[in-house]
């Protein structure tokens, strides 16, 4: 089945540790996005990328950083610059025209310890 | 002003009513629009495209006014499965493919 992948759904990020998570689609298609959503918030863009080796700061891209090595993947790292981490985060892909609605995956769940 | 405003709700209705959402964009130049269901601690999923002449999709209608910058989702004969967070999202159109979301619409549908 054709779809994006998340992981872990559960994720416990110590004081001053660096964490990644994972995103992987295997929808063909170009464009990758990670959002954070907050409860009773809506979703706020941190980084999008459009193709591979190539990505642009979103919204709230301070404390984050991605990477872009291949169309399938593209991880977040959540640096211990972010001092709030604690959030859902979402992936999403679409086509690389615009106008394309975003497919989802189902999240992963970050908390400090 | 944010790209896209939705009243959030809640919205508390009985089973088989009926219940309209409203959402409003502020940039003239969006082009593509979309109704998405959020139902409790999962990911977004698509509901329907919006189209310029309008479209229905079963129980579900969508409108758009582009002179107004207004968006709407009807839910006719509500079920109890229709809970859940109803997100309007608005693109601009660019080759970016960057959407913009609302905060959502609540709607618990009780028996």
């Known amino acids: 089945d054709g779809g994006i992948t998340q992981s872990p759904k559960y994720l416990f990020r110590k004081e001053g540790q660096n964490v990644t998570l994972s995103c992987e689609q295997n929808?063909?298609?170009?464009?990758m996005y990670w959002y954070r959503q907050d409860p009773g918030q809506g979703l706020r863009l941190i980084y999008y990328s459009q193709i591979v080796n190539d990505f642009q700061k979103g919204d709230i891209a301070e404390g984050y950083s991605v990477s872009r090595e291949k169309k399938e993947s593209f991880p977040l790292t959540v640096t211990s610059a972010q001092k709030n981490p604690t959030a859902f985060y979402l992936c999403?892909?679409?086509?690389?025209?615009?106008?394309?609605?975003?497919?989802f995956g189902d999240g992963t769940r970050l908390s400090i310890l | 002003r944010k790209e896209v405003e939705q009243d959030p709700g809640p919205f508390n209705v009985p089973e088989g009513a009926t219940v309209a959402f409203n959402c409003t964009y502020s940039n003239s130049a969006s082009q593509s629009f979309f109704w998405y269901r959020q139902d409790c601690r999962k990911e977004p999923k698509l509901l329907m495209s919006?189209?310029?002449s309008g479209n229905e999709d079963g129980r579900f209608t969508a409108q758009l006014n582009r002179a107004s910058q207004y968006i709407s989702l009807l839910i006719r004969d509500s079920k109890l499965s229709d809970s859940a967070t109803y997100l309007c999202?608005?693109?601009?159109?660019?080759?970016?493919?960057?959407?913009?979301f609302g905060r959502g619409t609540q709607l618990t549908v009780w028996p």
């Open positions: 999403a892909s679409s086509e690389r025209t615009g106008n394309q609605p975003q497919h």
């Open positions: 929808l063909n298609h170009d464009a």
């Open positions: 999202v608005v693109s601009r159109g660019s080759t970016l493919g960057r959407l913009y």
């Open positions: 919006v189209y310029s």
